[in-house]
């Protein structure tokens, strides 16, 4: 085999065999020798696999629902490239409206699909429970917050005090710590004492504190009394309240529908 070309060839008794080249290495070992058996056995964590509950999970019944995924898919694709695209083809323009006017159609169609099949892609009665509606309603407003706070707040640390992109990034270190820490170690012990409510309306608080402090930067501002404390509230606001609207949004529905909740 050349140097910096190795071909294998993988293939089982139901497939036909398939070539890969592999132009960037040159192992040790001849790749042909390898069976797919043994490929498959290297990626077991045996140590995962412990973690897996022995029962199988709940069997889906029914007919796939394309109609929902295309048209779902289609609404998002329309939405999201129109606005990509916003700035540069106008917010006015017709290949903007058009294709926003086409998301909302599609959007109305998948609705209206979901509500007439017997098994829709997203059971809209799942809107009914209103731990899962509400939930679902301050994690878009947690996430749309967050958001927009990194997205300005970088621009401000670049445009307006001049900071590097790596300069940026070890500024939000301190809060992405700390956000893990209390996620990790502090959220759930919260939720175990108090319930859900009082740790989501803490963490909801503390990063709409943050968010009111990015409020208030000045042109000729500063890291240390500036951005600090602003991202460590919000940081540690989202690490607290992650878990109980999680745990919000899936009490009440079955096992099967936990994922969409």
Known sequence: TPRGRTRATCGSSSAAPTDMEFDWIDPPFDLKKISPR??????????????????????????????????????????????????????????TLGMLGAAGALLAVF??????????????????NRSVSTANILGALMAAGLFGYFFMSALYMQLVLGYSPMEVGLAYLPGTVLWGASSLLLSDRLVMRFGIKPPLITGLGLMTIGLLLFARVPVDGNWVVDILPATLAASLGAGIAFNPILLAAMSGVGQEQAGLA
């Open 38 to 95: 043994e490929i498959e056995e290297s990626f077991e964590d045996p140590f995962s696999l412990r973690l897996l509950p022995a029962a199988h999970g709940v069997p889906a019944t029914g007919r796939v629902d394309y109609a929902g995924a295309i048209t779902v898919t289609g609404a998002l694709m329309l939405a999201v490239y129109a606005i990509v695209n916003g700035n540069e083809q106008g917010w006015g323009s017709a290949q």
């Open 111 to 128: 609705l209206v699909i979901e509500s007439r099949i017997a098994n829709p892609l997203m059971p809209l009665s799942i809107f009914r």
